[in-house]
């Protein structure tokens, strides 16, 4: 054997350089499922079988190209249960001149390469519209690098959303004051259903297996309707293209109960796993077959070509360092309700409710709401993003750690966002129906109703005057905290010790 072109399960492009001049006479397809990696920490159900059943359709298509691959499955004896274990078992026995691998997307995973000793070739990830290399050299000549330096310069290096005169479209580079609307059912347009992908053959096999192997994991497996190959991903962008695009921005930041996705594309998983390149998805949105308002079509461009290659800009350029952050000394650990959803917190109950279901819950579920409550909570930063890790469908290292621990987090000092994401219960209690209809009041800071949000939040500013007092867009949160009585901030103090020792008692890791 000549080659031998290692694929990880959040690999699954045939594009990808990997493939670069591969000869089925000569070269083959090495895939792996170990244990190791679905239980180094617990594993949510359908996390596992989202991609153990990607990997296997994956497979398939490369077999009905022709293609020898050699398929480690979880339940062959032979398996050794890790990447390391199982690359040297398969190296030995196939024998091929050099392994071919695309960069992982997990600092840990590329480490464990380096160190193999085995002859393997890593070529670069084309999947992502920023090289590391030329994230490096921007970030060179931007000390103050900050997302929307680096959006505007991929606007213009893309051209994307630009006038002939190379403005951007519209006169604007952001419309977010548009993208801020609470989903109002009164007067809100209806919400297409989801897409649902019945599980064929191969991927009932992995359920089945899932649930046999793993049956101590978080998250519910029934009713399992994940995308699971390109034609999956593909139907799902043209759906979100035609029927939820044009609502996306205008309710981008709002939250519903019951309602998990609202206008969100839930295209993530497909994207992390390389079924969909960014660039295709950009494409189907700017091609805008529902006539879209431009809010819609430059908010969500903003996150694929902004965000998703600024956090994975920021992840490359940091490591492994990145990972040991935690500029607010924070050292609780996340409580056992994040993995059970037990809480009488209704903005809570419901965040973690659409995660154990669906091994997904939006941005503003997860940055406002999950994470926030850990931030001000004071939970160690690495430990949300394992938590992340744990339970998400789209999480791989490279994008969760920097939005666990960096942007929901804020342990890296302002490295993905300039001020901590930190809001009282007012604010969402503006963006949902949550409060409502919970025991607690998001208006009190103390006393038996107080919205745990809100005697945390103060508390958050309280101790941590001294770092944040004089950024600029804290002002206003410094000022109130100035109006209270030093007696109230103390009772406030107090209240929010007797919360932190109450609801970390009971941990899960
Ligand atoms: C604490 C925290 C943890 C997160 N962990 C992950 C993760 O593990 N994996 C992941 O893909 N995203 C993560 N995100 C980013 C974002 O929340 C998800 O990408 C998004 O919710 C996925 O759902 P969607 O596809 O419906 O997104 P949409 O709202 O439809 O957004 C469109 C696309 O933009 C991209 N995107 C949007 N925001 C971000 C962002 N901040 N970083 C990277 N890409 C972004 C995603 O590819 C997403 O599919 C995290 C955010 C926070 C605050
Ligand atoms: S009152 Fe507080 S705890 Fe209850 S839903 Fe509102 S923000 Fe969440």
Redesign the pocket.
């Known amino acids: 054997m000549r080659n031998l072109v290692l694929v990880f399960g959040d690999q699954l492009d045939d594009g990808s350089a990997a493939f670069d001049g591969f000869d089925r006479d000569l070269d083959a397809v090495l895939q792996m499922e170990v244990r190791e990696e679905a239980s180094y920490i617990p594993q949510h159900k359908r996390r596992i079988a989202f991609f153990f059943a990607a990997m296997r359709h994956f497979r398939d298509g490369q077999r009905a190209k022709g293609r020898r691959v050699f398929y480690s499955e979880l339940g062959d004896p032979a398996n050794r249960g890790s990447f390391t274990g199982e690359l040297q078992r398969r190296f030995a026995e196939l024998k091929p001149g050099r392994i071919i691998v695309i960069e992982p997307g997990d600092w840990r995973v590329g480490d464990m390469l380096l160190r193999s000793n085995l002859p393997i070739e890593v070529r670069e990830d084309r999947h992502f519209l920023c090289s590391s290399q030329t994230f490096g050299s921007f970030a060179d000549g931007h000390p103050r690098l900050i997302l929307e330096t680096f959006y505007r310069f991929m606007r213009r290096r893309l051209d994307i959303l630009l006038d002939p005169d190379e403005t951007p479209a519209g006169g604007a580079w952001n419309f977010d004051t548009s993208n801020r609307e609470p989903f109002n059912r009164k007067k809100a347009p209806d919400i297409p259903p989801p897409l649902r992908f019945t599980p064929d053959t191969v991927t009932r096999e992995v359920l089945n297996l899932v649930a046999r192997e793993f049956p101590d994991s978080p998250g519910r497996l029934d009713g399992f309707d994940l995308p699971v190959n390109r034609g999956h991903g593909l139907a799902l962008l043209e759906d979100f293209a035609a029927h939820r695009l044009k609502h996306f921005g205008r309710y981008q930041d709002a939250m519903a109960g019951g309602e998990p996705y609202l206008f969100?594309?839930?295209?993530?998983g497909p994207?992390?796993l390389h079924m969909l390149s960014p660039r295709e998805v950009v494409d189907a949105v700017l091609a805008n077959p529902s006539n879209a308002p431009l809010n819609a079509v430059e908010g969500?461009v903003r996150?694929?070509i902004g965000?998703?290659e600024f956090?994975r800009g920021i992840y490359w350029r940091h490591m492994p360092g990145y990972a040991g952050n935690n500029v607010l000394g924070a050292d609780l650990p996340v409580p056992r309700f994040y993995w059970t959803g037990a809480t009488d917190m209704r903005c809570l109950s419901e965040a973690i409710g659409h995660t154990i279901d669906h091994a997904y819950a939006?941005?503003i579920e997860?940055?406002m709401v999950l994470?926030q409550f850990c931030l001000l909570l004071g939970v160690r930063p690495y430990d949300v993003h394992r938590w992340?890790m744990s339970m998400?469908w789209?999480?791989?290292d490279w994008?969760?750690l920097p939005?666990?621990l960096g942007?929901?987090q804020h342990g890296d000092g302002g490295l993905v966002g300039t001020k901590p994401y930190a809001a009282s219960g007012n604010y969402i209690n503006r963006m949902s129906d949550h409060c409502r209809r919970c025991r607690y009041n998001p208006n009190k800071a103390t006393g038996e109703d107080a919205c745990p949000f809100t005697t945390l939040y103060w508390d958050f500013l309280a101790r941590h005057r001294t770092r944040f007092a004089k950024n600029a867009r804290m002002k206003y949160s410094y000022l109130n905290l100035a109006r209270k009585e030093p007696g109230e901030v103390k009772l406030i103090q107090r209240q929010a010790d007797a919360l932190k020792a109450k609801l970390t008692a009971d941990t899960f890791l």
């Open positions: 969100h594309s839930r295209l993530s994207l992390n969500y996150q694929v965000w998703r956090v939006h941005h997860r940055l994470g992340h998400f789209d999480a791989i994008v969760s939005n666990a942007m929901s």
